[in-house]
């Protein structure tokens, strides 16, 4: 099976400009992921999508929005860019089991 | 935070050497998952050990889980220098957040050829 895809994979914003970024899991996987990765921060859950809804989400503010569609692909959205929006952006997909599978991530830039 | 601890922050081997690395978590855990990342890019899942195991072995991975201690560790050995790269713990969430992953602050292991 193809592996878990993320587009774009680098971005380039300014401040308070918007970003969508897109995640197409495995097939069969209909749960995913989204995680935040700072250096400061390290690694941070944005939230879980399963058929279609939103099932958990982290601690971020609401500029941070993810939305699942029929075919299990997500998207998450962050509204009005700032500086500490520059990370890598990772989705993981999971089928059922405990593992979960990571794409390669969106590196976004803030300027 | 939930957010576990990794130690040693880095190491420094030369290849054919052991390397082991450590993990601490604060909560009860159904189960522990050491993913690999290679310099900024996608993580790549390891080894998962559910917390009635104490041992488990893949390839030249060895994880050991000690609930009572909340702690982890995973040996690799005979390292090669493809061995390069930020390795991390990651454990669940509770209840239905179980399929969130909190992640280690991550070993940076290097491999000298």
């Known amino acids: 099976k193809a592996g878990v895809t993320q587009t774009p994979r680098y971005l380039i914003k300014t401040r308070g400009q918007q970003v969508t970024l897109s995640c197409s899991p495995i097939?069969?996987?209909?749960?995913v992921s989204w995680y935040q990765q700072t250096p400061g921060q390290g690694l941070q859950f944005l939230f879980e999508?399963?058929?279609?809804?939103?099932?958990n989400k982290g601690n971020f503010p609401g500029r941070f929005s993810g939305r699942q569609f029929s075919n299990s692909r997500s998207e998450m959205n962050v509204s009005t860019l700032e500086l500490g929006d520059s990370a890598l952006y990772l989705c993981?997909?999971?089928?059922?089991?405990?593992?979960?599978?990571f794409g390669p991530g969106t590196r976004l830039t803030v300027l | 935070s939930q957010q576990g601890e990794e130690d040693p922050q880095a190491l420094s081997i030369q290849e054919g050497e052991n390397a082991t690395m450590n993990c601490s978590y604060k909560?009860?855990?159904?189960?522990l998952q050491w993913y690999r990342q290679n310099s900024g890019r996608g993580l790549v899942h390891l080894i998962l050990?559910?917390?009635?195991?104490r041992e488990k072995h893949s390839g030249r991975l060895r994880v050991t889980l000690d609930t009572s201690k909340k702690s982890s560790s995973l040996l690799i050995t005979a390292s090669r220098a493809a061995d390069t790269a930020s390795y991390f713990c990651?454990?669940?969430?509770?209840?239905?957040?179980?399929?969130?992953?909190?992640f280690g602050t991550g070993t940076r292991l290097t491999v000298i050829p």
């Open positions: 993981a997909t999971r089928e059922g089991t405990d593992t979960q599978y």
């Open positions: 097939s069969g996987h209909r749960s």
């Open positions: 999508y399963f058929s279609e809804t939103q099932r």
């Open positions: 909560t009860s855990i159904n189960n």
């Open positions: 050990i559910r917390s009635n195991e």
């Open positions: 990651a454990t669940g969430g509770q209840g239905t957040g179980a399929n969130n992953l909190f």
